[in-house]
């Protein structure tokens, strides 16, 4: 069974650029996570769906991020303007219920240059 | 503020021999923790969780125990190998498995 699919892996841009990230969830998996993983830390919850609907972005910057899960599977994750303390991993992951375990795709590391 | 603490950034051990790796939350209302290990440019990979209700949880190698009133729960690998070299995150949840606290991390390094 194919695991959570993210792309890009990695990504350079320069600050004030528009950045997206996309995540594609364990089959059948109605819940997913993005957190964002800085250097030496561990991972922090930036939004959680529960199939379209985000349960909890409480954690999300939304002057400059937003996210999206249209159609309940996939999702895209958006960052603009992108600011240099950005830079971090990007982490996606996929459970089948909000109470279950999460499983994490292998994360968009970017840089703002 | 860290929920989730662990204080032994790194580890090193004789392969062979136990690994333990330990963890301390300060949020009573966690009833849910987990232990990820990730290798470099990957994602983290589920290893083995417990719920608050039990005080042990073994999976081959691999064992958590949770104290619940010390806040404290470790991970016992043995015997430890080199493959299991990489970062190990401990985790937590209130509510069985929403927003995941992560800590740090600790880095292993099993030596043949």
């Known amino acids: 069974e194919a695991g959570v699919v993210q792309s890009p892996r990695y990504k350079i841009i320069e600050k004030k650029q528009p950045v997206a990230f996309w995540c594609n969830p364990i089959?059948?998996?109605?819940?997913l996570y993005w957190y964002r993983q800085n250097l030496g830390q561990g991972p922090e919850l930036l939004i959680r769906?529960?199939?379209?609907?985000?349960?909890?972005d409480s954690q999300l910057p939304k002057d400059r991020f937003s996210a999206e899960r249209l159609k309940g599977v996939d999702s895209t994750l958006k960052i603009q303007p992108a600011e240099l303390g950005d830079s971090a991993v990007y982490l996606c992951?996929?459970?089948?219920?909000?109470?279950?375990?999460?499983?994490f795709g292998p994360g968009t590391r970017l840089l703002v240059l | 503020d860290q929920q989730v603490k662990q204080n032994s950034p790194s580890l090193s051990v004789q392969e062979g021999r136990i690994s333990i790796l330990n963890c301390d939350y300060t949020n009573s209302m966690f009833d849910y923790f987990l232990w990820y290990k990730k290798y470099p440019a990957e994602g983290p990979t589920f290893l083995i969780s417990?719920?608050?209700?039990?005080d042990k949880n073994e999976d081959g190698r691999f064992t958590v125990f949770l104290n619940k009133s010390a806040k404290h729960l470790s991970l016992h690998i043995v015997p430890s190998q080199p493959g299991d070299s990489a970062v190990y995150f401990c985790?937590?949840?209130?509510?069985?498995?929403?927003?995941?606290?992560f800590g740090k991390g600790t880095s292993l390094l099993v030596t043949p």
């Open positions: 417990i719920s608050s209700i039990k």
């Open positions: 089959s059948g998996h109605n819940t």
């Open positions: 769906y529960e199939n379209e609907e985000a349960v909890d």
């Open positions: 992951a996929s459970s089948l219920g909000g109470a279950e375990t999460q499983y």
């Open positions: 985790a937590a949840s209130a509510n069985s498995g929403y927003a995941l606290n």
